[in-house]
């Protein structure tokens, strides 16, 4: 936003994008106008990780649990067209996507550091690595898990097991 020269705006999001537009509009509300976030509040409670969810959602992460391990990072390394092809057919059960519209996305895949972003972000939201330290101050901000106070639409589906 700053380097667009956006003062504020509203800002959606889902998953990783809906985790920065949550941040934003929880620690800086002057800057949001309003928040559509898909998938509820997203601000990860890292000092919180230690505490088991339900059993339904800790079936849910086991693509997270199997990225903390070297064998998980080997595997999206080697396969990360087909793992997350996989993931996003558990995650949209109902879409029926075509190869021509998969195509689009995967590209985003061949990043050189998607693997290693990724993998960094699974272990670090399970206070398994550290942080970046030029964040340190934002991280530690988030651990108050900080209420969101700007109009704000949330987006949910009901997920399968």
Known sequence: MDTLKVASAVLAGYDW???AACIVAAL??????????AGAYTIQDIPGSIKPPTPENEFRYWYQYYFHSERGRAGLADNRRGFCRLLLRLWSPTWDFDE???TQTAGSFNNPDFVEVAIHSYRHRFALVPGDPAVEETEQSLTRQPKISVPTIVLAAALPL
């Not at 800086?28 to 976030?37: D, F, H, I, Y």
């Open 17 to 19: 994008g809906g985790r």
């Open 28 to 37: 800086w509300p002057e800057r949001a106008r309003g928040l559509v976030s």
């Open 100 to 102: 021509e519209t998969y």
